[in-house]
């Protein structure tokens, strides 16, 4: 497994949540709340936080203008990865997905399968790059925010992780888009 090079020194991303829900206010919004207490004990920094209804355009929409936003390193949605009619979080983020990062919707089945078991099944967690921004779709449970972030995202945004993580290449993500 991986280790942190205490060589080297941590770098904070700017990272905004997204919690897409139609009934959640921020009062009642457990997850955001475990991804915001989670990435700032990290040491990293709350760049935006918004509650949006289950609306794929206004995900989408949502997702695009902080990508277009240069104070934002990472977007993490929380909500609507699941499988009911309502449920168009991950359909949202494909539309605004240049690449997906395939691996991260694996990664997180076996991290779930290790804590609900087949019902890891049900879930569609995604993450993929837009415009120089990772981006990653939770499900809207507590736990399965604390999964990701301490089983997968945690060392992937950390610097310091070996043998290689998301920080590294942040400045390369967009190099497609400038002149050669």
């Known amino acids: 497994m991986g280790r942190i090079d205490e060589t080297k020194d941590f770098i904070p991303v700017k990272i905004a949540i997204l919690t897409v829900s139609d009934t959640r206010s921020l009062a009642e919004d457990r997850s955001g709340d475990t991804l915001v207490a989670r990435l700032e004990a990290a040491g990293h920094i709350l760049a935006d936080r918004k509650i949006i209804r289950d609306e794929r355009a206004e995900i989408a929409g949502q997702l695009r203008a902080w990508c277009a936003d240069k104070s ?13 009619g309502r449920d168009v979080t991950v359909e949202a983020h494909r539309d605004v997905y240049e690449k997906e990062i395939d691996a991260f919707g694996t990664v997180f089945t076996m991290v779930s399968m290790q804590k609900i078991g087949t019902s890891a099944v049900q879930s569609r967690a995604t993450g993929g790059v837009a415009n120089g921004t990772y ?6 449970s507590t736990g399965a925010c604390k999964d990701a972030w301490d ?7 950390d610097y310091r992780h070996l043998p290689c993580n998301f920080v590294e290449i942040m400045p390369r993500l967009d190099e497609h888009l400038r002149r050669k």
């Open 72 to 84: 934002i390193d990472v977007i993490i949605s929380t909500g609507g990865t699941g499988l009911t």
């Open 135 to 140: 981006l990653f779709a939770l499900p809207g």
């Open 151 to 157: 089983d997968i995202l945690q060392a992937q945004l």
